[in-house]
């Protein structure tokens, strides 16, 4: 299943596009402070989607992710950043989405040595634990900065009971990060359920429509048969919908479903 992004000022637009490709949505709309902290356009905003009359079932929705620690060791910034991700599963919950996409912000080129590793480690499995037991949702986890897999797959080896966690992989976050995608696949292929896709010159994140840049489609297409990931839900992350239009034709174009 391919997912977009739906913008809340076109939404029409964007339903009639994902019912002509049969593509369920991912929200980005509530991971900006300003509309969390208003709660009447807040309510508004779940109001509107909640009344389009489409199943969300199968659509996912991006959490909380601007300055957010919960493995912090500063008591009042990660207070918050658990309160903003309780938000995010709140929200997900009310739209009936089947997911909710949050960042690891594992940073090694912050504090790269095992203090840093273990708190990140054991806050993290704590806070998705604590989530999941409050909501029905599942909870994926998305590699952002991370340099290897290794962080994502301890945590999601020491959440294995959990069956509503997995691994949110970014495509273009991994192959900014490695030049050996195929480790990442094989450390993490038994928890991936989620994948974000979009292309990029493998200098920095750009969010291109796929095809555009230099990521090599065909590699990652076997690489997903290899370790029989075909079937996993997959986010074209790009805005606008022209963008959208050319990734949906490559998309085609390369059998990508």
Same mark, same amino acid.
Request: proline share 4%.
């Given at each position: 299943?391919?997912?977009?992004?739906?913008?809340?000022?076109?939404?029409?637009?964007?339903?009639?596009?994902?019912?002509?490709?049969?593509?369920?949505?991912?929200?980005?709309?509530?991971?900006?402070? $300003?509309?969390?902290?208003?709660?009447?356009?807040?309510?508004?905003?779940?109001?509107?989607?909640?009344?389009?009359?489409?199943?969300?079932?199968?659509?996912?929705?991006?959490?909380?992710?601007?300055?957010?620690?919960?493995?912090?060791?500063?008591?009042?910034?990660?207070?918050?950043?658990?309160?903003?991700?309780?938000?995010?599963?709140?929200?997900?919950?009310?739209?009936?989405?089947?997911?909710?996409? =949050?960042?690891?912000? =594992?940073?090694?080129?912050?504090?790269?040595?095992?203090?840093?590793?273990?708190?990140?480690?054991?806050?993290?499995?704590?806070?998705?634990?604590?989530?999941?037991?409050?909501?029905?949702?599942?909870?994926?986890?998305?590699?952002?900065?991370?340099?290897?897999?290794?962080?994502?797959?301890?945590?999601?080896?020491?959440?294995?009971?959990?069956?509503?966690?997995?691994?949110?992989?970014?495509?273009?976050?991994?192959?900014?990060?490695?030049?050996?995608?195929?480790?990442?696949?094989?450390?993490?292929?038994?928890?991936?359920?989620? =994948?974000?896709?979009?292309?990029?010159?493998?200098?920095?994140?750009?969010?291109?429509?796929?095809?555009?840049?230099?990521?090599?489609?065909? $590699?990652? $297409?076997?690489?997903? $048969?290899?370790?029989?990931?075909?079937?996993?839900?997959?986010?074209?992350?790009?805005?606008?919908?022209?963008?959208?239009?050319?990734?949906?034709?490559?998309?085609?174009?390369?059998?990508?479903?």
């Amino acid at each position: 299943m391919l997912e977009i992004i739906p913008s809340w000022g076109q939404i029409e637009d964007y339903m009639a596009l994902a019912e002509e490709y049969g593509l369920a949505f991912e929200y980005n709309d509530f991971f900006a402070p $300003e509309l969390l902290d208003d709660r009447d356009r807040l309510k508004e905003r779940i109001d509107h989607y909640k009344s389009l009359g489409r199943p969300r079932g199968v659509d996912t929705m991006h959490g909380a992710f601007y300055d957010i620690l919960p493995f912090s060791w500063d008591s009042g910034i990660r207070e918050h950043s658990v309160y903003r991700m309780q938000q995010s599963v709140e929200i997900a919950d009310q739209l009936g989405c089947r997911g909710v996409v =949050f960042h690891t912000n =594992f940073s090694p080129d912050f504090l790269n040595n095992e203090r840093y590793r273990n708190n990140w480690l054991e806050s993290m499995q704590e806070v998705v634990t604590r989530l999941l037991s409050g909501s029905s949702c599942d909870i994926y986890l998305e590699n952002m900065f991370d340099q290897s897999p290794d962080e994502l797959a301890d945590l999601s080896g020491a959440l294995r009971e959990e069956a509503r966690f997995g691994i949110c992989l970014d495509i273009a976050h991994m192959r900014l990060a490695t030049d050996e995608p195929r480790e990442w696949f094989r450390v993490l292929a038994p928890y991936i359920r989620h =994948f974000h896709i979009n292309d990029t010159h493998l200098k920095y994140d750009e969010h291109l429509p796929l095809g555009q840049g230099s990521i090599d489609w065909k $590699e990652m $297409e076997a690489l997903l $048969e290899e370790f029989g990931l075909e079937g996993r839900s997959r986010l074209i992350e790009v805005s606008g919908l022209e963008k959208i239009r050319e990734s949906l034709r490559y998309c085609r174009l390369a059998g990508i479903k």
